[in-house]
């Protein structure tokens, strides 16, 4: 037992090897974050567009129900739901960010790919929350006489992200793992790191092992304080 | 007051307003009554333009609220609206509810809206109520706060869209009970509902729609005791004799 505490200690320790997993960690800690923060603005954008009511042409017959900011953005949806993360990723790594843009760190490529992926997820993930309330409440808003953009601010947004909350917060944490796929293109995340260590030590299964627990304590971690924040809002009404 | 002129709704291929025209003078309380997919509730959403009409006008207060140029918002202040299910904002507490669109439209300050919603709390008898959020409340007090977050924003006309129908039948008389003080104070009304005896006893004048026109236009007292149109015997037989 002793003899295997000092073995553990000699893979993590010997010549400051956890410093790998440190910086892997801050890696996909920045990743995760950058990421989140442009899914989150994009989605919110995209999932207006998709809810707009915007009919450039509803006087010429057969167009009344065109919608192109809409259909827009159901294609954007449609494009990033319906191609893996790591074709995303490494097609901003190998065919957008060459040349000129060679250059380009790894984490801000990254968080560019992760956070445009993110945001196809985030926008359904808002507009089902919008769509699904009560369409009564902006019925009832719009006749007390109050325009779209207050009745969305006063009524429906802080009604829909009460709803929206949960599933947004399993979204972040799905990103957070979904970060591992950076080493495909050369970024150095904890699941690297986990490498690195085995290529020196030629031990697998222990930096594995502590690398999936990090990621678990992080995404429970997550979970619980969004939970806290879930029950403050709830406690409203 | 409010005028509607020739109005057609189509829900895509269905007809639900056929040639709709109607003249509602200032004091009128108007109760319109027929059977379920008649057209009555999308008639009244059609009077604010909850509903968009297929064709035809609405002239309220002369003002043509189908005319693109027509600030619709404005509109609606002037035109309160009660629902089947209430709509109380979940989110916020009673007094919100009441005080949100005078603060936000009509540039009042907190006091003066505050002091506006309690003296409507007061007259719909829930004044204990101002700090409780909806979903304390019973149906029959919903029903009265909804009358009050209308009323606040000083309407010229209330438009009730089958305000009782939610209702256990203990709660229907409370709400009645509001609706009645405001038809004596003078407040014009439209008020789609099947309870008769309301129509009966308060409304100055009664409309029966049939298949998306209006059958019969008449007082109360002439229309349920001496109906002229054959459906409208039947109706008022099959509900009256439950």
């Given at each position: 037992m002793l003899e295997y505490l000092e073995f553990l200690k000699w893979i993590f320790f010997d010549q400051n090897r956890y410093v790998y997993i440190l910086d892997g960690l801050l890696f996909s800690l920045a990743t995760t974050l950058a990421a989140a923060v442009i899914g989150l603005v994009l989605g919110i954008l995209l999932a207006l567009l998709a809810i707009s009511h915007f009919y450039p042409f509803k006087h010429k017959k057969g167009w009344e129900k065109f919608n192109p900011l809409s259909k827009l953005a159901f294609a954007y949806i449609n494009v990033i739901r319906g191609t893996p993360a790591v074709v995303q990723l490494m097609i901003f790594a190998n065919v957008i960010f060459v040349g000129y843009l060679r250059d380009t760190p790894i984490l801000v490529i990254a968080s560019l790919a992760f956070g445009i992926n993110s945001s196809a997820y985030v926008a359904e993930i808002i507009r089902a929350g919008i769509e699904g309330l009560d369409k009564g409440q902006m019925e009832a808003a719009r006749a007390l006489g109050m325009p779209y953009s207050l009745s969305m601010k006063e009524i429906i947004i802080p009604q829909a992200v009460k709803k929206i909350l949960p599933t947004l917060v399993s979204e972040f944490i799905v990103l957070l793992k979904e970060t591992s796929i950076v080493g495909f293109i050369g970024g150095i995340d904890l699941l690297r790191s986990a490498n690195i260590i085995t290529s020196q030590t030629?031990?697998?299964?222990e930096p594995l092992l502590a690398v999936g627990v990090i990621y678990l304590i992080l995404t429970s971690a997550f979970a619980v304080f969004m939970r806290k924040i879930e029950r403050g809002l709830r406690e409203r009404d | 007051m409010i005028e509607a002129k020739h109005l057609y709704k189509n829900f895509g291929s269905l007809k639900v307003l056929k040639d709709i025209s109607l003249n509602v003078e200032k004091g009128e309380i108007i109760a319109i009554i027929g059977p379920s997919g008649s057209g009555k509730s999308t008639f009244l959403r059609c009077l604010n333009r909850l509903e968009e009409p297929t064709s035809g006008h609405v002239y309220i207060d002369g003002e043509d609220i189908m005319d693109s140029k027509i600030d619709i918002n404005k509109i609606r202040e002037k035109v309160g609206m009660v629902f089947q299910h209430f709509n109380l904002f979940p989110n916020k507490t009673v007094l919100e509810n009441i005080t949100l669109a005078p603060l936000k439209l009509k540039g009042l300050t907190k006091e003066q809206a505050e002091k506006r919603a309690f003296a409507l709390l007061k007259r719909v008898g829930l004044e204990d109520k101002s700090q409780v959020y909806p979903s304390k409340l019973s149906g029959g007090q919903k029903q009265r706060i909804a009358i009050a977050r209308a009323l606040a924003m000083e309407p010229e006309v209330m438009l009730f869209d089958e305000p009782t129908s939610a209702l256990d039948p203990e709660m229907i008389k409370e709400v009645l009970d509001v609706m009645i003080d405001l038809a004596k104070e003078g407040m014009t009304m439209l008020i789609v509902t099947h309870e008769m005896g309301f129509a009966k006893n308060v409304a100055t004048r009664v409309l029966f729609m049939n298949e998306g026109t209006i059958l019969e236009d008449a007082r109360p007292k002439d229309l349920f005791?001496?109906?002229?149109n054959a459906r409208t015997k039947d109706f008022l037989y099959k509900v009256l004799n439950k």
């Open positions: 030629y031990r697998g299964v | 005791e001496n109906p002229q």
